[in-house]
């Protein structure tokens, strides 16, 4: 019963972060329509948006960071229907089992390099070419959704078979 509520709760909480993440993601999103929209109009009058292709390129970042762990969360991503359609279930989830625990180790590995690479970032005060803006926060934001993304991976093997949203 303890248990239950804890794998419920876990849930909650990190369905929560998921939500924020994809919304942050769809906001990004809408501002480089708009950015580009403008830009290009602005182009044609002569008056283009100075520095449109480093928003763009820093907003993409953070709309694919933002949208892995939802992706995830609603088991989005390409899985190997094939292959599992011809093992029982109970192979179906010590083979998922292992491949996710897999991937938090792949995950977790990538996060420590994002967050070494982000400081150095920070320590060299690198930024973008024409506006100047500060990228060192680049690497944390996708440590950040790998992190998150680590989270509704512990979600599914807690609870093999279910997505931690409905799509």
Do not use: N
Request: charged letters at 15%; a positive charge; hydrophobic letters at 55%.
């Amino acid at each position: 019963m303890k248990w239950t509520r804890f794998v419920e709760g876990y849930g909650k909480g990190v369905r929560f972060i998921v939500y924020g993440m994809g919304a942050i993601s769809a906001c990004a999103l809408l501002f480089i329509v708009a950015v580009v929209v403008i830009d290009v109009v602005g182009r044609i009058f002569g008056k283009g948006i100075t520095g449109s292709f480093d928003f763009v390129r820093l907003l993409s970042t953070v709309v694919l960071g933002g949208a892995l762990p939802y992706t995830t969360a609603v088991k989005g991503h390409i899985a190997i229907e094939f292959f599992f359609r011809r093992v029982g279930k109970k192979w179906r989830v010590f083979i998922d089992t292992i491949s996710r625990l897999l991937m938090l180790i792949l995950f977790i590995s990538v996060i420590a390099v994002l967050i070494k690479h982000g400081f150095s970032l920070y320590a060299s005060g690198e930024v973008t070419a024409t506006v100047q803006l500060p990228i060192f926060w680049v690497p944390f934001w996708l440590a950040l959704s790998f992190g998150v993304t680590s989270l509704v991976k512990i979600y599914h093997i807690l609870q093999p078979g279910k997505e931690l949203i409905k799509p």
